[in-house]
């Protein structure tokens, strides 16, 4: 079953907070996070594994609650360049993902 | 360090004929998967090779089929081509299932 994720769009000005969630029916050994701008390839974010620590790098960051089976994407002080869409890629223990369908993220000035 | 690479970059096939699409993943890793995706249906696992042996297989049907050579370089092959098989096929790679994947940057088919 595929991930739900939300929203499905958000637009923000610049400096402005974001979250994005991804919510499973299936138990999660991995949930991984790529950000895809328009006619490029997806770019890993991040990935959470099943009993390892939150995650974050500058101003991006990402929980896993596996009991509710759902992971958030934090994004702090939007810049222009957070502007593409957000994938979440939910993985078994045989390694398969399986995608969202994408929130669409969309930074003004 | 070298990126992920395929080939061809577009492609235009006609309706009944088939098509090899083909990967190079970064040196070293071993996992290979490869993806469809459309505006409509996001993306969509067709399978996931792993030092030779397709680990993992999606819910495509048989005209879809993969191979991995022992150097890790991955082909992806669509028989009988419909009109609906008009995608972008992503390769993706990582040294095993517990890290991040890099994409290629795809491989546009359009079947007329």
């Known amino acids: 079953q595929q991930p739900v994720q939300s929203p499905q769009a958000v637009i923000l000005r610049e400096g402005e907070d974001a979250v994005i969630n991804c919510s499973s029916s299936?138990?999660?050994?991995?949930v991984h996070w790529y950000r895809q701008k328009h006619g490029e390839a997806p770019v890993f974010l991040m990935i959470?594994?099943?009993g390892g620590e939150q995650k974050g790098h500058d101003k991006i960051s990402a929980s896993f609650n596996e009991k509710k089976q759902q992971s958030s994407l934090y994004l702090t002080a939007s810049q222009l360049s957070y502007s593409g869409t957000y994938f979440c890629?939910?993985?078994?223990?045989?390694?398969?993902?399986?995608w969202g369908a994408g929130t669409k993220l969309i930074i003004k000035p | 360090k070298a990126g992920v690479t395929q080939t061809p970059r577009y492609l235009i096939k006609t309706r009944g004929q088939q098509v090899t699409l083909s990967c190079s993943p970064i040196?070293?890793?071993?996992?290979v998967s490869w993806y469809q995706q459309t505006p409509g249906q996001g993306l969509q696992f067709l399978f996931e090779?792993?030092?030779?042996?397709?680990?993992n297989k999606g819910n495509f049907p048989g005209r879809f089929s993969g191979r991995q050579f022992s150097n890790s370089r991955s082909e992806m092959n669509v028989s009988t081509l419909e009109l609906g098989d008009s995608a972008l096929y992503l390769c993706?790679?990582?040294?095993?299932?517990?890290?991040?994947?890099?994409f290629g940057s795809g491989t546009r088919l359009t079947v007329v």
């Open positions: 993706a790679s990582s040294p095993s299932g517990d890290y991040g994947y890099t």
């Open positions: 040196s070293g890793h071993r996992s």
């Open positions: 959470l594994l099943k």
């Open positions: 090779y792993f030092s030779e042996t397709q680990r």
């Open positions: 299936k138990a999660l050994y991995s």
């Open positions: 890629g939910t993985g078994g223990s045989n390694y398969q993902l399986i």
